[in-house]
């Protein structure tokens, strides 16, 4: 008999699969890690037998290497299993100790198996680990993945909502800016304000930056190189929402906004590019 | 002069400098500055961990919040193992930049704390501590 690897784990999976199935599956209930609210018993049941049989099948093809074409089976599932866990909300530990928690159960039918011959079976309980192990590690990885992806598209969904550039009068655009201006972010709002000035012809065009907490040399840099660019194309920008605080700042710093015409308040610059693109607000009196 | 406590902030990437001001912001509240100040000290944090991200190639900022007598402070101290400032008096004029930026992120970091130090050495790194008093 070959005893090398984990071939062991053959006759194991294929006389005791439904103990294995019952005990592991007992084990994932009993772990504190087990969450009833998030996934239902049938469900598990079912992912753990998927599982168990794709095992069995990339073990009887007697491949050792985990990465190789005959386990592919048990990755594709591993990895489906993962990524639904992590969508479900499962904490990392937890979506591991899928895999993990079948060591206890597999270790204890290898001991019978194996029990007249403490060489093989030592043999095979570390064959056995290092596998359960690798696979444990696999199915991280994707996990961790699939939040990364998350993460980054939630970022790329946050770079489209926080630029709007909208149209307040004819000839008058507003670009609330909120948060931070890192490069990325003020690449795609310069882009997006040229872009509305060429469509809507507008003449005037006003930066709100009532909501970017901190202004430093690099926003500030941002900011002029955008003003510059709007210029160019023939519009004039204001910026306001200059807060008392962030005021002081620009000043200690240094940098010169003197080129750009601001404003305290978008009311006022609103007022102000009404009155460059020949409009008045008036109140109508009763009686006239 | 005693100090309550310190932590270590990372700058590695743009978001370290994001975190920087976002801790920078909770312990200028902590000392009980007022909205000028803590935009002051954010402003010189963010200033500050550009620099060390941009020409120091990343390092740390070490953050301390001391206490002299009845007023508190917040003490920051960035570090990179970069390639050094050879001439500090030219890097603190206004205007003079070796990269892209506007040049006034030092000086301007000077004129927005209260104390203000840089050691330089070429070839073994940058430190450079501010302190802000309330």
Redesign the interface.
């Known amino acids: 008999m070959n005893t090398t690897g984990s071939t062991g784990l053959r006759p194991i999976l294929e006389r005791h699969e439904s103990t294995l199935l019952a005990n592991w599956i007992t084990a994932q209930k009993a772990a504190p890690t087990y969450r009833p609210d998030l996934i239902k018993e049938n469900e598990l049941r079912d992912q753990c037998r998927d599982f168990l049989r794709a095992l069995m099948q990339a073990v009887q093809s007697g491949s050792q290497n985990v990465d190789g074409s005959e386990w592919q089976p048990v990755r594709d599932l591993l990895a489906s299993i993962s990524r639904s866990r992590g969508k479900q909300g499962f904490s990392t530990t937890a979506t591991a100790t899928f895999i993990f928690s079948l060591k206890e159960p597999l270790f204890q039918l290898l001991q019978q198996e194996y029990a007249n011959d403490p060489k093989v079976l030592a043999e095979q309980t570390w064959a056995t680990s290092v596998l359960l192990d690798r696979l444990g590690l696999y199915v991280t990885e994707v996990y961790q993945q699939t939040r990364d992806s998350l993460i980054q598209r939630q970022q790329e969904e946050m770079l489209e909502l926080s630029t709007p550039v909208v149209k307040l009068w004819e000839g008058v655009l507003a670009l609330p800016l909120i948060g931070?201006l890192?490069?990325a972010r003020s690449q795609t709002i310069m882009e997006n304000l040229l872009q509305k000035i060429v469509e809507s012809g507008s003449e005037t065009a006003i930066i709100d930056i009532t909501g970017v907490?901190?202004?430093?040399?690099?926003t500030?840099?941002h900011l002029l190189k955008t003003v510059a660019a709007a210029r160019l194309m023939g519009a004039d920008c204001i910026i306001s929402g200059i807060r008392?605080?962030?005021a002081?700042?620009i000043v200690?710093?240094?940098?010169d906004l003197s080129g750009v015409t601001t404003k305290a308040s978008m009311a006022d610059a609103f007022i102000l590019a009404l009155k460059r693109t020949g409009f008045a607000i008036t109140r109508p009196t009763a009686g006239r | 002069m005693p100090v309550l406590k310190s932590d270590t902030v990372p700058i590695r990437s743009d978001a370290d400098v994001v975190a920087v001001r976002q801790i920078v912001r909770v312990w200028s509240i902590e000392a009980k500055f007022g909205l000028v100040d803590q935009t002051k000290i954010i402003t010189a944090a963010s200033e500050l961990a550009r620099n060390t991200l941009e020409y120091g190639g990343g390092g740390h900022m070490f953050i301390e919040l001391v206490e002299e007598g009845v007023r508190k402070g917040v003490r920051l101290t960035f570090e990179d193992q970069g390639p050094g400032i050879a001439d500090v008096e030219q890097a603190l004029r206004d205007g003079y930049t070796s990269g892209k930026g506007m040049g006034l992120g030092l000086g301007g970091s000077k004129r927005l704390t209260n104390e203000f130090a840089i050691h330089s050495v070429v070839g073994v790194g940058t430190r450079v501590t501010v302190t802000k008093w309330k």
Request: hydrophobic content about 30%.
């Open positions: 931070t890192d490069s907490p901190t202004m430093d040399t690099l500030a840099q008392p605080q962030i002081q700042t200690h710093l240094g940098v």
